[in-house]
């Protein structure tokens, strides 16, 4: 993916320094104080979801796939624009069958296969541009799955979202440095890009939080000529 590209703005401040210190510090105090959702939370609704032959998009730091449950020699596909991402993940998990996808979610996907689950977590925020253009993510990783399929996550909300006042800060600086872009983002928004590809959509907020899963991939129309 060419580094200039917008879309890997969210994606290329995941150095291994960082991605080393991701878990104690984004996964503890952050996800609990700042954003008001926990990560225990969202590991067990992650658990409740993922499936054998998954597919995670944006894995961060493959902390959520090592503590998912699934059994060992499980295959996984995991994707992502930044290499240091995929190989950090796939070290962390060689207990799995771990295929290794450098691409970009906002482009057609270059898997092959109907998976059974496949997850977005923690990566709409970080996507460039309003709503209609992250629902490209959303389209995307639904053309991947198998009829009975579901895909999941979570993402922070922008300046909708049920904010304390240190989440607000946290999501101005965060916006500004260009990790995050976000602030238009909202709970409608979401639910209208996920039933676009999905007959059934169900989302919980918690927190800065709004957790979502979709089932009934609807087939991805060709486009015209």
Sequence with gaps: MDRDDPAYAGQRDYTRALLNLYDPLVLGPIARF????????LLERYRRHIRPNHLDVGPGTGYFLEHSGLRAGSAVT?????RNVLRHVARRLRQFDVTAVEADVLKPLPV??????????????CLPGPMSRKAAAVSNAAATLAPSG???GASVLGIS???NWIARRFLAAFNRQGGF?????????LREI????????????????????AKGPRPTLPAPT
């Design 34 to 41: 700042v954003w008001q959702c926990p990560t225990g939370g």
């Design 78 to 82: 995991i994707l992502d624009p930044n």
């Design 112 to 125: 092959a296969g109907s998976y059974d689950s496949a997850a977005l977590h923690l990566v709409i925020h």
């Design 150 to 152: 579901v895909l999941f």
């Design 161 to 163: 979202g049920r904010h």
């Design 181 to 189: 872009d976000n602030l238009a983002d909202t709970e409608a928004g």
């Design 194 to 213: 996920l039933e676009a590809s999905f007959d059934h959509v169900e989302l919980e907020t918690i927190g800065s939080a709004v957790l979502f899963a």
